[in-house]
């Protein structure tokens, strides 16, 4: 480990420490994986990982957060989620965001309360700043804590101390609800969810591991690594054509940028 994460690393224990006790939103990412080991590390019991079940966060997402948690031998529970319920959730505006992380800090808030755990903590790291995260006023606005973002932790500086600690996460690629693969305007539907997710479930199956479908009405538009553009072209084309087809869609392209953050932004 180099010196400048060694000392970021202190100093986020000394943050996580300091807090007594917490509950962590744990969505089994990278970040908030981190996150709760530390804080199983550190305080033990008095850490509490709480993952939202929804039906824009996939089943095999909640399987590993849950196998993860089980192995690392800290207090997990699972909660349901029910932002497809908030009409302007539904309406998909520019800060959709807001409302779900709203509503569900807000569950977390009162299960801490219960608990009598002190703080809510969540992943947001350094890097999120630069990003388009309507979410973040809605921790603000119910004092939930950052501790990897308090600590200077940039993504790669979890991503570099999650392989250091042995975390099955350290390279796992980047996820994000189902609701961010479609335009702002279109609304969100359980059937659309659904149907996005089957999409992507299908890909997974096939061995990509860096995509993204996005929901353009009878078009899929699919976001992949570069490294993963033979596969979906060459080798395995008319099984991602067969299977995205089946899962609702008319038309199969293959965005040529290929996968990146927030690509829906750029509208």
């Known amino acids: 480990m180099d010196a400048m994460l060694k000392e970021k690393t202190e100093n986020l224990c000394?943050?996580?420490?300091?807090?007594?006790?917490?509950?962590?939103?744990?969505?089994?990412?990278?970040?908030?994986?981190?996150?709760?080991?530390?804080?199983?590390?550190?305080?033990?019991?008095?850490?509490?990982?709480?993952?939202?079940?929804?039906?824009?966060?996939?089943?095999?997402?909640?399987?590993?957060?849950?196998?993860?948690?089980?192995g690392a031998g800290g207090r997990h529970i699972v909660i349901a989620s029910n932002e497809l319920d908030i009409p302007e959730f539904q309406n998909n505006p520019r800060n959709r965001c807001y409302y779900c992380k709203k509503e569900l800090f807000s569950k977390l808030k009162r299960i801490a309360e219960d608990e009598g755990l002190a703080y809510v903590l969540d992943g947001t790291?350094?890097?999120?700043?630069?990003?388009?995260?309507?979410?973040?006023?809605?921790?603000?606005?119910?004092?939930?804590?950052s501790p990897l973002e308090e600590a200077g932790f940039t993504k790669q500086d979890i991503r570099d101390l999650s392989k250091y600690m042995g975390l099955p996460t350290w390279d796992k690629p980047a996820f994000a609800c189902l609701s961010s693969r479609f335009p702002y305007g279109t609304p969100i539907t359980p059937e659309l969810v659904e149907q996005v997710g089957a999409a992507e479930?299908?890909?997974?199956?096939?061995?990509?591991?860096?995509?993204r479908v996005r929901y353009h009405g009878a078009v899929a538009r699919i976001e992949l690594g570069e490294d993963e553009f033979a596969l979906a072209t060459v080798s395995l084309r008319d099984d991602v054509v067969r299977l995205v087809k089946n899962s609702g869609f008319v038309y199969v392209a293959l965005d040529l940028q290929g996968y990146r953050t927030g690509a829906m932004n750029e509208l």
């Open 125 to 145: 790291n350094f890097d999120d700043a630069a990003d388009h995260r309507p979410g973040r006023l809605a921790a603000e606005e119910l004092k939930v804590r």
């Open 201 to 211: 479930e299908a890909l997974w199956n096939l061995g990509f591991r860096t995509m």
């Open 14 to 70: 000394a943050i996580i420490t300091g807090m007594g006790s917490c509950l962590i939103g744990f969505s089994g990412g990278v970040d908030s994986t981190l996150l709760f080991a530390l804080a199983v590390e550190l305080l033990g019991q008095k850490a509490l990982a709480v993952t939202a079940s929804s039906k824009t966060f996939p089943v095999r997402e909640l399987q590993e957060a849950s196998d993860f948690a089980a």
